[in-house]
């Protein structure tokens, strides 16, 4: 064990290139085009944006550094199974793109929660978007500043305690350089910094199999490995909806866990909103699945890899690593640490993860804040000053952002129980967009009532888990071993993870609720909060007069909307029309002193065809 090394000068290189690379296109969309001129090209790139950018950038931000180092640590451990979620994402994007992309695009808003107030009233669109900022939806997506701290903070210190790279430093730098250009460049700075970054992802990866590959001697070493280890046991159809991951867990479980972020979470949400037309928008959560799968491949390899490669010795048995996320970084130094650059290349990858999670958020962040928090309230405001105000809270959030990190160093393990008590809030607002998009019946009443009762479930399924963990035979961690270990376990020292869970109750003292309510599979979690939500909602609302309102056609999800799949050349016109006619005029709003000098009628020359600025 003496040869593994720690970083070398290189390795800082390669990393710092792409915060300079990430801070550059920033500076190039704060002053491209005439720079962000109002508020709307600030948070919706103008809604210009074409398919493939914003798929790209819908890829980079659902995978954060969590799945470059959580994702492989999984399989080493729990087996392939973990693939099954290629059907879940199937299933997750044509949700998000035949049930709300429609309805969302359509209405043509910036915040996902304007759609609420439209539906239903302002009281739940204020529940939406405070819901939205303290914790915001569910998992690895979230954008909540508490969120944020800890995706900024738990990658840095799984490096820093396998590679020795500064742990603050990096912290600081990731912060820093996001903030920066999600300030100065608005979404087409985050879109397009995200497409960089997965480019930047699917190399660490990259280099990491075919190492591995050439280590091993051949692939088929390794499936043979991982066969006999095994740890290729895709299919496991046990229905009990106890068991952490079986086939109906995660395909049931994990398509409604999912839906939560991609149909209706506002970062991704604002994302294919921003697209030029519905089309465009469809097609990038298309394009988008071919990415998640190819990131699903890429985890699942480097952990049958990690296991190919450990299978006689596991480093976290034997005390080398003190956590599982720390495997990669720990197998990165053991394989490419005669390569200079390439283990600077994989950190490079897992910050990308970070870096474009944490500047979704941030601009989810600013765009939840000046739709819902500021227009509301203060109508006067210009254009102008709006677009400032929005590049302030970016600044802001930012900085919360970092202090978030800060807190997670001393608060981990108490900041993991409540993400994880709030990660269960994703179930109810999808079970509350449901109600409103698929029954026309719905109302107030119903959805708010339905709305609190999820909530409460969701929080006492929740706070149980987290009490009493479920025990070992329903999570089923394969076998690991360290037969093959000559090492001697003096020369390495690690400090604690602090990212583990507070409460450990013994196994004396269980009510029977925790093995039967409480062990529920964390995927189901959203599940039971959607389901009920929507139940509660439909009975109430029947009961307070649900049927006796009309809502307006355009809230809900019509068969027109599917049938224009088909014929979407001529269906696309009428949609924009609409659009413009349901919002109020925005030119008039501009308050510009000469109309000749407004930038929107010197932009007539490029724009003949746009009308605020969506193709007609």
Not at 105 to 121: D, Q
Not at 242 to 248: E, G, I, K, P, S
Not at 462 to 479: D, S
Request: charge should be neutral; include cysteine; aromatic fraction near 12%.
């Amino acid at each position: 064990s003496g040869s593994m090394a720690g970083f070398t000068v290189w390795d800082y290189v390669v990393f710092a290139a792409m915060l300079l690379v990430s801070a550059v296109i920033g500076v190039y969309y704060a002053f491209a085009g005439g720079g962000q001129k109002t508020s709307k090209d600030f948070l919706m790139g103008g809604r210009s944006m074409s398919a493939l950018p914003v798929a790209l950038s819908l890829t980079a931000s659902f995978m954060s550094a969590v799945t470059v180092l959580g994702t492989p640590a999984e399989i080493y451990r729990y087996g392939a199974i973990f693939c099954i979620f290629a059907i879940t994402y199937g299933l997750v994007v044509l949700c998000s793109a035949e049930i709300f992309l429609p309805v969302f695009y359509k209405l043509g808003i910036t915040s996902t929660y304007e759609y609420l107030e439209l539906r239903f009233n302002k009281y739940l669109r204020l529940c939406g978007t405070i819901l939205f900022i303290i914790q915001t939806a569910s998992k690895p997506q979230s954008c909540s500043t508490l969120y944020t701290g800890i995706v900024i903070y738990a990658p840095a210190l799984a490096l820093n305690q396998v590679t020795g790279f500064d742990l603050w430093g990096a912290v600081v730098a990731t912060g820093v350089v996001c903030t920066f250009y999600c300030t100065l460049g608005g979404l087409k700075a985050v879109v397009w910094t995200d497409v960089f970054q997965v480019g930047i992802m699917v190399a660490g990866f990259s280099s990491v199999i075919i190492r591995a590959v050439v280590v091993q001697e051949g692939i088929g070493h390794i499936v043979n490995d991982s066969y006999y280890g095994g740890r290729l046991n895709f299919w496991d159809f046990n229905p009990n909806p106890l068991q952490r991951h079986t086939f109906w867990t995660i395909v049931i479980g994990g398509t409604f866990t999912w839906t939560g972020i991609y149909g209706v979470n506002q970062s991704q949400v604002q994302r294919y909103i921003a697209c030029k037309s519905r089309f465009h928008a469809k097609v990038s959560l298309y394009i988008n699945l071919v990415g998640l799968w190819a990131i699903l491949a890429c985890a699942a390899l480097c952990g049958l890899a990690l296991y190919s490669i450990y299978k006689d010795c596991d480093p976290w048995t034997a005390k080398q690593v003190s956590a599982p996320d720390q495997l990669m970084p720990y197998l990165v130094l053991d394989i490419l640490h005669d390569f200079p650059g390439l283990p600077g290349l994989f950190v490079a990858s897992a910050y990308s993860g970070t870096l474009s999670t944490v500047s979704s958020s941030i601009n989810a962040l600013a765009a939840v804040t000046v739709e819902d928090l500021i227009k509301p309230y203060f109508r006067s405001l210009s254009e102008k000053k709006l677009s400032w105000i929005s590049m302030g809270m970016s600044l802001f959030y930012g900085g919360v952002c970092i202090a978030m990190a800060a807190l997670a160093s001393l608060l981990g393990a108490l900041l993991q129980a409540a993400l994880s008590i709030f990660g269960m809030v994703g179930g109810p607002l999808l079970g509350l967009f449901a109600l409103g998009i698929l029954c026309s019946f719905a109302n107030g009443i119903g959805a708010f009532v339905g709305l609190v009762t999820g909530f409460v479930v969701s929080l006492w399924v929740g706070i149980g888990a987290q009490i009493y963990p479920p025990l070992p035979e329903r999570t089923k961690p394969l076998p690991l071993s360290t037969a093959g270990c000559n090492i001697s376990l003096g020369n390495l020292t690690f400090t604690e993870n602090p990212l583990t869970t507070v409460f450990n109750t013994s196994t004396a003292e269980r009510p029977a609720l925790a093995d039967n309510w409480y062990s529920l599979s964390y995927l189901y979690f959203s599940t039971v909060g959607t389901l009920i939500t929507v139940v509660v909602g439909i009975i109430i609302s029947l009961l307070t007069g649900g049927l006796k309102q009309s809502t307006d056609r355009k809230f809900l999800l019509t068969k027109e909307d599917f049938l224009s799949n088909f014929s979407w050349s001529n269906s696309e016109t009428p949609e924009k029309v609409e659009v413009l006619s349901m919002r109020t005029s925005t030119v008039a709003a501009e308050g510009t002193d000469n109309p000749a000098f407004s930038h929107i009628e010197m932009d007539v020359a490029s724009n003949n065809n746009k009308v605020n600025g969506l193709h007609i």
